[in-house]
């Protein structure tokens, strides 16, 4: 172990920092696989009915901030890359188990999927939680840590569009299994990626709180974590509809156009303009599936979400970044994260409770995306120039 040599890394895009965001996508991937995939799986194969998923979306919900409040002491006590790896192997454990449950009965095997929701939230939070808080900040330099900050965000975000895309080829073609299966390769790959990376050895803090907020929660962002949260369960009962492998394909087009969109459009725009386009485009978005449901619209209806989750989202991460107090920029990124994965797993659970209306999603969708605007444009954006620190 080289404790004496600590990695200086002029620039941002290196070979470790690669390293971090692969491993970050196919992580993300191996979880996001899952989405359309399990309420088919559910009410197909384990005769377990449609509005029953949705409570494995909670349990997953409610898993994510288990474990959050150690991560600080997790980190200080043990090697920060080991804690996330561990993490990322139990949550790998929890999707193995899955072809197991055909073996027992139908009672015994939803409470076990329950179980098993309930611990790829606690073990996927944390892996995530350690990841964007730690891993991301100390593998960049402080004069590129929110650019750092937003790329590996946005890779994040692409497994939104990438895991699903797989999982549903792969059960349409060769069913649940392989669904493991792949989620397992992905999985696999992403750890292979973290091992990797190179951290330096870093001497634990004499002050260790076994449970805090430290590199979890950001208390004074608590709007911020509303607005993501609102937009997110808007997506999430949006996607809830619209389990086709094309619809997830051009929301990819639709992040890549939102990227192009941050560097030339908004670069210089009102601060204010960003977030408000992105909601604007999510709600028309919304009106299309509402009214055109055929024809040559429903090929906009992805993209333009692409492009208004990928404005919000990004928005949101510089405000909470910016809002920030000294040493809280771990802090404020995993308290992002909490919001958007807590917002997209209820939505999508909200979304499959009211299970095939079409018009009844849209509407709910509808009334969450408008909801998040009007939030922003009256309270938060103005509380937040209030209160920002950077």
Same mark, same amino acid.
């Given at each position: 172990m080289d404790t004496q040599n600590t990695p200086i890394h002029i620039r941002l895009w290196h070979r470790d920092f690669w390293n971090l965001l692969l491993s970050n996508l196919f992580v993300t991937s191996a979880v996001y696989i899952f989405l359309p995939v399990l309420p088919f799986w559910m009410a197909d194969t384990l005769e377990i009915p449609l509005s029953k998923t949705a409570c494995l979306f909670v349990a997953y919900a409610l898993g994510l901030f288990v474990l959050g409040g150690f991560c600080s002491h997790f980190v200080e006590r043990y090697r920060r890359n080991k804690v996330c790896l561990t993490a990322i192997v139990l949550t790998l454990f929890c999707?193995?188990?899955?072809?197991?449950? @055909?073996?027992?009965?139908?009672?015994?095997?939803?409470?076990?999927? &329950?179980?098993?929701?309930?611990?790829?939230?606690?073990?996927?939070?944390?892996?995530?939680? &350690?990841?964007?808080? *730690?891993?991301? %900040?100390? %593998?960049?330099?402080?004069?590129?840590? *929110?650019? #750092?900050?937003? /790329?590996?965000?946005?890779?994040?975000? =692409?497994?939104?569009?990438?895991?699903?895309?797989? @999982?549903? =080829?792969?059960?349409?073609?060769?069913?649940?299994?392989?669904?493991?299966?792949?989620?397992? #390769?992905?999985?696999? *790959?992403?750890?292979?990626?973290?091992?990797?990376?190179?951290?330096?050895?870093? *001497?634990?803090?004499?002050?260790?709180?076994?449970?805090?907020?430290d590199r979890f929660l950001l208390p004074k962002a608590a709007w911020l974590f509303l607005n993501e949260f609102l937009v997110m369960a808007s997506v999430g009962i949006m996607l809830s509809t619209v389990p086709s492998p094309r619809f997830y394909a051009l929301l990819m087009a639709g992040f890549f156009l939102a990227l192009l969109a941050e560097r030339f459009a908004f670069a210089d725009a009102n601060l204010r303009s960003e977030m408000t386009s992105g909601l604007i485009? %999510?709600?028309? /978005?919304?009106?299309?599936?509402? =009214?055109?449901?055929t024809g040559p619209e429903v090929y906009f209806v992805p993209v333009m979400m692409g492009i208004g989750i990928g404005l919000t989202a990004s928005r949101i991460l510089l405000f909470s970044v910016k809002l920030r107090g000294h040493c809280e920029r771990g802090t404020a990124l995993s308290n992002y994260f909490h919001s958007w994965e807590t917002g997209l797993a209820l939505g999508y659970g909200a979304g499959l409770c009211v299970g095939t209306d079409l018009r009844i999603c849209c509407l709910s969708s509808l009334a969450l995306s408008i909801l998040a605007l009007l939030l922003y444009h009256f309270i938060v954006h103005s509380w937040y120039m209030r209160n920002k620190n950077k």
């Open positions: 999707v193995a188990s899955l072809p197991l449950l @055909g073996h027992v009965g139908v009672e015994d095997r939803y409470l076990l999927l &329950v179980a098993g929701s309930f611990l790829v939230g606690c073990f996927f939070g944390l892996s995530q939680t &350690v990841l964007y808080s *730690t891993l991301a %900040i100390d %593998i960049s330099e402080s004069l590129h840590r *929110t650019e #750092a900050n937003h /790329a590996i965000m946005w890779f994040g975000r =692409f497994a939104l569009s990438l895991g699903p895309v797989l @999982g549903l =080829f792969l059960w349409n073609s060769y069913g649940v299994r392989y669904v493991v299966y792949g989620s397992l #390769a992905c999985g696999i *790959t992403g750890a292979l990626f973290l091992r990797m990376v190179k951290f330096s050895f870093k *001497t634990p803090s004499e002050v260790d709180s076994i449970y805090s907020l485009l %999510i709600i028309a /978005a919304l009106l299309l599936m509402l =009214f055109r449901r």
